[in-house]
C-alpha cells in the first residue's frame, strides 16, 4: 500500500505542476484579449467621433446621395418647392424695385465617406483559448481527474471481515513470466478463489515498480471481473512468457520466508531447466 501511496503523491505532484503551468497560459491570453479590446475600443471611438463632425453646408442643403457623381442634380421634390418659392419672391422683388432677377444657382456639396473600422485579428484563436480554459477547468475540479477515493479505488464497494489479512506475495516487478505470478498469487488465495472482488483488490499487494503503476492507471470501467484483470496482465507482461530466465535474474531469485530450503532448491532448478 505504501507504493501505491507513493505513486498517487506522484501523480498529484505532477498535476500540481501542468495546473500552474496553464494558469500561467491563461494569465498571458487574458492579457492580450484586453489589450486587444483597450486598442479596439480606442480606434472605434475615434472613428465614430471623425465621422460625427460639424456640417459646414448651409441651411437647407441636403447632402449628396451615396454613389452619385458630383454635379449631379439630386433636389428632392421639396427642394424643388423651395427653389420656387424663392424665385417667387425675387420676382415680386424686381417688380418694385424695377429690376430683373435671375435664378439662384443651386450649390452641391460632396462629403467624405465616413472611413471603415478595421478590426485586427484577435492574437489567440477562439478555439485554442476555449480548449485551454477547459483544461484549466478540468484540473481545478474537484472529480475532473478522478480525486475522489471511490474513482480511486478499482473496487470500490468490497467488503473485507475485520479479521482479514492479506497474505505475503512474492512481488513482481514486470520482468518475469505473468502466468507464472498468476499461478502463485491464485495458489496464496485459494481461500477466496471464487470471490472475484478480492481476489482482484489483493492483486495490487503482489505487486511492486512498474507493475504497480499499471495497476494503479487501471480503468474501473474495463475490469469487472478477476478474469478481465488477469487477462489485461496477461496481455501486459506477454513479452515476458517465452524469455528465457538469464543469469541475474537466477542470482537475485530470493528464498521467501515461508518456503523451505528444499523447496527453494526446486523452484530455483525448475526455473533455470
Known amino acids: 500500500m505504501e507504493d501505491v501511496i507513493e505513486s498517487l503523491e506522484q501523480q498529484n505532484q505532477e498535476l500540481r505542476g501542468e495546473n500552474q ?4 497560459e491563461m494569465t498571458q491570453i487574458r492579457e492580450q484579449m484586453n489589450k ?23 441651411p437647407g442643403y441636403a447632402p449628396q446621395p451615396y454613389g452619385m457623381p458630383y454635379g449631379e442634380n439630386t ?15 425675387n420676382f415680386g422683388r424686381g417688380q418694385t424695385q424695377g429690376q430683373r432677377t435671375t435664378p439662384r444657382a443651386t450649390v452641391y456639396y460632396h462629403l467624405p465617406q465616413n472611413p471603415s473600422i478595421t478590426v485586427a485579428p484577435p492574437l489567440v484563436s477562439n478555439e485554442k483559448l476555449s480548449s485551454l480554459e477547459e483544461r484549466l477547468r478540468a484540473i481545478e475540479g474537484t472529480g475532473s481527474h478522478d480525486l475522489d477515493a471511490t474513482d480511486l479505488c478499482l473496487v470500490p464497494d468490497i467488503i473485507l471481515l ?6 505475503k506475495f ?7 513470466c505473468p502466468r507464472v505470478h498468476l499461478a502463485m498469487y491464485c495458489q496464496k488465495m485459494a481461500s477466496f478463489i471464487h470471490q472475484d472482488k478480492i481476489l482482484v483488490h489483493c492483486f495490487q499487494d503482489s505487486l511492486t515498480g512498474a507493475a504497480l503503476s499499471w495497476y494503479v492507471n487501471l480503468d474501473s470501467g474495463h475490469v469487472k471481473t ?33 518456503e523451505g530450503f ?5 523452484r530455483w532448478r525448475e526455473l533455470a531447466a
Open 21 to 24: 503551468e496553464l494558469k500561467g
Open 36 to 58: 486587444l479590446y483597450e486598442l479596439f475600443t480606442q480606434k472605434t471611438t475615434v472613428n465614430v467621433v471623425s465621422a460625427q463632425g460639424t456640417p459646414t453646408h448651409p
Open 75 to 89: 433636389n428632392t421634390e421639396d427642394q424643388q418647392e423651395c427653389q420656387r418659392q424663392e424665385q417667387a419672391e
Open 162 to 167: 475485520a479479521d482479514f489479512k492479506v497474505p
Open 170 to 176: 512474492e512481488k513482481y516487478k514486470g520482468s518475469s
Open 226 to 258: 478477476w478474469r478481465d484483470l488477469a487477462e489485461a496482465f496477461i496481455q501486459q507482461y506477454k513479452y515476458n512468457e517465452d524469455m528465457a530466465p538469464d543469469r541475474s535474474r537466477l542470482q537475485n531469485m530470493s528464498k521467501n520466508e515461508s
Open 262 to 266: 528444499k523447496d527453494y532448491v526446486q
